[in-house]
Each structure stands twice: as structure tokens, then as C-alpha cells.
């Protein structure tokens, strides 16, 4: 399973084993990260799971959908180029590693 | 042998003991009566709700589905499509979009639980499906007043019965579809009142909308409009039975709510873990999937027991314990992926201030009756009637 790592905005880092195919949400709520809110459950309708994805590994990241990019603008915390929805981000053995701020608020 | 029928009375009334028998023993079934694997884990069922493109609902989410639903709904459809349709729908219901409904669900709710003010018992559904439909036809902007196309009383019985499924026969009885063909005929009087004259409500934006270039197709326009009434009316009004339960039931959360109400929002959360209304719902697989040990074969049915992922201690320990103050992140009560429900952010609103005005008439309440009548439903559960006294 490849190692996610999430930052809190308090500079709190927790690495977790996340299952090939789920998204970063899923492990945030499966392991208690408390950065990332996502009220909708995973839907990209909330905007409560804004988080910031290593700008090294960007590009390593299939870019937003038209879904994702519309609701960007929305986040309550600054938005930034390499910010992401952690909803639309699934797990793959690629991603091994990646480590993701999270802001320190999402509403 | 164990047995998991989705269409017994005795799951309507309690499926938890059989899911843990699930959970430990089976948790890939195959259920000859309802004639799909039942999948009852926590991470089995996440994993499902994230592979849309193995678990397909294009085939129909309802355990029992509807004739000629399948296909045409958001929770019926899988992406691209899918995400095109909810598009035109979400914004409506994003909680920012919200806030000018709050005031008036909040006069809905002060008037009909004012009601209550000096009875000493009531059954609960008669209020909690009085403010359901009225709040849902101010969401949705359905005809009010002078131009009603029907009774409140007649939205709800129809909402209530679509939903329900014959116990004998494992399918929608007649009364069943029925009342599916009511709810149809009543959402297509109201798209053609709005085209005719459209305003700025939910449903007059999306009868007149398209999706690149195309109009929706009426049987989406139709059966989404039938939909969202549906799943307003039943999953609302099923969630506040069963949150009236909970609290009827255990007094010491009762208590603590009614003195601090800013506890009900996490209660709320722990009622849609514990035991919220909408129990199972179903996908089919687009190729063989081969899970503990069982092949699954590409065009088989798949139940995703959410109500029983809710209470697999390998996510939530003591999970078989109402405790309004654990904050369950990550429950199934509003499923997941890219289902997960629409209206979430409404749901968790009109239920907080329901809740805050029930409790101002009535701060002390609890359940007449031991065992109650549940709804006969291979979806959703929650009793027909829940009848509270204010007597100590």
C-alpha cells in the first residue's frame, strides 16, 4: 500500500498505508487527520478537503477535472497552484510517499 | 444455516445481530433471496464506493429498484454522465447556498412543533412528516398555496410508500408502484408548471437545462425530479424517526442535548452511524471481483451494507454504543464516493433546527411503546409510527 503523509497546520505530520483506489479523504477520515473536514463524504461538493499537494510531485498527479477546478475557487483558505481537493485524489502505488499540507481551516 | 433476507420483517425490525454474523463469518455473501453478495465491512464497502467503474449503479442503487428508473437518476448513473447531471443539481445544495433557507425551516419548524405545545403524547411522524415536506418544497421551490398541485399529505404517503417493498413476493408490489407512478405524474405537472412560467427555484433551472448542448432528456428531467422528492421526503423524514429514537431511547443523551442543543450536532452525526434510515443500497459489477475468498462475476448484484460498515469495530470501536459524543469521520450514514448524498448540508441544517424547536416544546419525552412497527423496506429502515409520551 503506498504511504501517504498528511501535514496539519500545526506542522503535525501523520503517515498512513492507504488501500490502492481510495482517495486521500478516505484515508484522512479512516485515520483521523482532522485537517480535512469533507462534509459532503467524498463527493467534490464541499470544498472541506482543500489540501496542498507537494509541488514537486504535481505533476505526477492527474490534473483536476473540470468539477475539481470549478470548485477550487471556492476554498476558504488561500488557494494556491498546487492546491487540490483531496476527495479526487486516489492512491496509487506511483504516488508512494506524497505528503500533503493541509490548510488550518477548510470552512 | 445462516440466512441474509433482506425482505424479512425480522431485518426490518433489527439487522444488526445478522450483520455481525456477516462481518465475522461471511462478509462476501451470497444472499439467495435477495439474490446479490452482500458486502458488510467498513473497508469493503469504502473500497466499493470508490470503484465506480467496477460497482456500477448504472443498473439502479435501490436494493429493489423501480421499473424504468435505472439509468436516469444520479444515484442511477455512473461518471461521466453522472458527474455532468449532479452538476446542474449541487450548487443548490452546497451549504454556503443554504443560509437564506434558514430562517424560513426555522419558522417551518417553530410552527409545527408548536403543535405539541400541551399534548401529552403524540406520534412523532405526524410532525416529523408535516416539517419534512414542507421544508423540501421550500428547497426545491414546489407549488405552495394558492398554486399547490397537491396536498402535503398526499406528497408524503406516496413519498413514503415508493420506497417500501413486499415482504412475500421480493418486489414492489402494486400500492408500491402506484404510488412511483403518482410521484412521477405530480413531479411532471410541476416541470411543466415552471417551463410555463419558470422561476428562480431548483427545478425550474434544471427543466430548462442542458448538458454540453444537449436538453436532458425528459425520463432524466422526470425520474431526477421524482428523486429528489422522494429522497427528500423518505430519507429526511426516516432520519428524524430514527434520531427521535434515539434520543426517546436513551434518556442521558436526551438530556444532555436538550440542555446543551450545540451537542445536537454531534449527535446527529452518531445517529447517522448508529442506525440512520438508509441501511443498504446496491451496485453491479462490471467485471469478476474476487473477495475473501468468493468470486464475484461480472453482472452479479452487490448489496453495500452501509448500516452495518457503521458498526464493524475494526473502524469504530464499541461501535454497538450510542455515544453522542464520539464524532464518527468517516461513517456511511450518507454513503460515499461520488454518491455520496446530495443533500447532506440541508439534511444536517433542517435536523439541527428541527430538533432545537422540538426541544423547546417538549424537553422531556420517551417512547410508549417496546416494540415498534417497522417499515417494510429492503432499502431503508425506520418504524411506521413512534409514538412518545411527555408522562413520566
Redesign the interface.
Known amino acids: 500500500m503506498p504511504h501517504i503523509t498528511y501535514v496539519e497546520a500545526d506542522g503535525q505530520a501523520t503517515t498512513i498505508d492507504l488501500?490502492e483506489?481510495?482517495?486521500l479523504v478516505?484515508g484522512a477520515?479512516?485515520n483521523?487527520i482532522t485537517g480535512i473536514l469533507a462534509?459532503?463524504?467524498?463527493?467534490?461538493?464541499?470544498v472541506t478537503c482543500h489540501c496542498y499537494v507537494d509541488e514537486a510531485r504535481l505533476a505526477e498527479l492527474p490534473p483536476p477535472?473540470e468539477?475539481e477546478a470549478?470548485m477550487l475557487d471556492?476554498v476558504a483558505a488561500e488557494r494556491r497552484p498546487n492546491s487540490r481537493l483531496a476527495c479526487q485524489i486516489?492512491a496509487t502505488a506511483a504516488l508512494d510517499g506524497l505528503r500533503v499540507e493541509l490548510p488550518a481551516h477548510q470552512? | 444455516m445462516f440466512r441474509f433476507d433482506p425482505y424479512s420483517p425480522a431485518i426490518d425490525a433489527d439487522p444488526f445481530p445478522y450483520y455481525r454474523v456477516l462481518r465475522e463469518q461471511q462478509p462476501c455473501f451470497w444472499s439467495p433471496e435477495a439474490q446479490m453478495w452482500v458486502l458488510s465491512r467498513y473497508a469493503d464497502i469504502v473500497t466499493a464506493l470508490n470503484d465506480w467503474q467496477t460497482y456500477s449503479s448504472a443498473s439502479g442503487n435501490l436494493m429493489t429498484e423501480l421499473p424504468g428508473r435505472a439509468g436516469a437518476t444520479l444515484g442511477s448513473s455512473d461518471p461521466p454522465r453522472h458527474d455532468r447531471l449532479r452538476a446542474l443539481i449541487q450548487h443548490a445544495f452546497m451549504k454556503r447556498n443554504l443560509l437564506a433557507l434558514e430562517e424560513p425551516i426555522r419558522a417551518i419548524a417553530r410552527d409545527v412543533f408548536g403543535q405539541l405545545r400541551g399534548v401529552e403524547t403524540f406520534d412523532f411522524k405526524d410532525v416529523s412528516s408535516q416539517f419534512t415536506v414542507k421544508v423540501l418544497m421550500a428547497a426545491l421551490g414546489l407549488p405552495m398555496g394558492d398554486e399547490s398541485l397537491a396536498s402535503e399529505q398526499e406528497v408524503r404517503d406516496n413519498a413514503v410508500m415508493m420506497v417500501q417493498s413486499d415482504a412475500r413476493t421480493r418486489a414492489k408490489g402494486p400500492e408500491h408502484i402506484a404510488a412511483y407512478q403518482w410521484m412521477q405524474d405530480y413531479a411532471s405537472r410541476v416541470i411543466a408548471l415552471r417551463r410555463a412560467e419558470p422561476r428562480n427555484d431548483l427545478i425550474s433551472h434544471f427543466a430548462q437545462a442542458e448538458i454540453d448542448g444537449d436538453r436532458l432528456d425528459e425520463r432524466e428531467v422526470l425520474l431526477t425530479t421524482t428523486t429528489l422528492i422522494m429522497a427528500g421526503v423518505e430519507s429526511l423524514g426516516g432520519f428524524m424517526m430514527m434520531f427521535a429514537y434515539n434520543l426517546a431511547t436513551y434518556g442521558e443523551s436526551q438530556a444532555a442535548v436538550v440542555a446543551n442543543p450545540a451537542l445536537l450536532t454531534d449527535s446527529v452525526e452518531e445517529s447517522l452511524r448508529f442506525n440512520t434510515s438508509a441501511q443498504r443500497f446496491r451496485r453491479r459489477l462490471m467485471k469478476d471481483v474476487t473477495l475473501h475468498g468468493q468470486t464475484m462475476r461480472e453482472g452479479d448484484f452487490v448489496c453495500l451494507a452501509y448500516g452495518s460498515g457503521n458498526r464493524d469495530d475494526r473502524q469504530f470501536p464499541n461501535p454497538d454504543v450510542y455515544d453522542i459524543h464520539r464524532k464518527p469521520r468517516g461513517h456511511l450514514g450518507f454513503g460515499g464516493g461520488v454518491h455520496a448524498c446530495l443533500g447532506t448540508a440541508i439534511a444536517r441544517l433542517a435536523i439541527r433546527i428541527a430538533f432545537e424547536e422540538f426541544h423547546q416544546v417538549v424537553p422531556k419525552y420517551r417512547r410508549v411503546a417496546d416494540q415498534l412497527a417497522w417499515m417494510p423496506s429492503s432499502t431503508f429502515r425506520s418504524p411506521l409510527v413512534l409514538d412518545l409520551t411527555t408522562a413520566a
Not at chain 1, 39 to 46: A, D, F, I, L, R
Open positions: 488501500p483506489g481510495w482517495t478516505q477520515l479512516a483521523n462534509e459532503c463524504g467524498g463527493s467534490c461538493t464541499c477535472a468539477n470549478a471556492f486516489r470552512e
